[in-house]
């Protein structure tokens, strides 16, 4: 599986961006989402989807603001931003993978194949 985001920019605060995340290959049943990371700290989750089941989950900090959806037909993973905040700024890395269960959504060690990333600046 090869995962390549983009949409990535730089935005000011209270702004939108709409981050994509195209896949190549198939996470039949698996989960794709977004994590982020800024230099210095661990990476976290944002948002993650079930492929297929369509259930979703949020990072407690972006719930109500960020919305994960997916094009099946197009194999294709979104991540729709709005009222952005300078703590959003970040690399924004896509990930996939079939996990043992839906409690392992947040956890990056859980999911081997990743993106390159793409960054996002919020001033």
């Known amino acids: 599986v090869q995962l390549v985001e983009s949409g990535g920019s730089s935005v000011q605060a209270g702004g939108s961006l709409r981050l994509s995340c195209s896949a190549s290959g198939d996470i039949v049943g698996g989960f794709m989402g977004w994590f982020r990371q800024t230099p210095g700290k661990e990476r976290e989750a944002v948002a993650v989807?079930?492929?297929?089941?369509?259930?979703?989950y949020y990072a407690d900090s972006v719930k109500g603001r960020f919305t994960v959806t997916q094009d099946n037909a197009k194999k294709t993973l979104y991540l729709q931003m709005n009222s952005l905040k300078p703590e959003d700024t970040a690399m924004y890395y896509c990930?996939?993978?079939?996990?043992?269960?839906?409690?392992?959504?947040?956890?990056?060690?859980?999911?081997?194949?990743w993106g390159q990333g793409t960054q996002v600046t919020v001033s």
């Open positions: 989807i079930h492929v297929g089941g369509g259930a979703t």
């Open positions: 990930a996939a993978d079939r996990l043992l269960g839906s409690w392992f959504w947040a956890s990056p060690s859980a999911y081997r194949y």
